[in-house]
């Protein structure tokens, strides 16, 4: 694991296309802006978690499964993780 310390407006690029700006900081947080490409998935470790709970498995991203599976099913699929992370 890298451990960096960054100030207020620093970044950290991973790659050539993830940018990750700390845009505030207080005691106990940080506020972070990510820019990634529409294909990346950026997540909170804890919505992760609980969606990978839901499904017993690995989350896949929605790209991912529209190829193989229709639209339909894929509406299907995400409306039933909506609901599984609202609870």
Not at 64 to 82: I, N, R, T
């Amino acid at each position: 694991m890298l451990v960096l310390t960054r100030k207020r407006t620093e970044l950290i690029k991973i790659g050539d296309d993830i940018v990750i700006t700390v845009i505030h900081t207080s005691r106990g947080s940080v506020k972070l802006g990510i820019q990634a490409p529409s294909d990346v998935r950026v997540l909170r470790g804890e919505l992760n978690d609980r969606a990978e709970d839901a499904h017993h498995g690995p989350v896949y991203s929605a790209d991912h499964v529209a190829k193989q599976f229709s639209a339909e099913y894929v509406a299907e699929l995400e409306d039933q993780v909506l609901v599984s992370l609202a609870k």
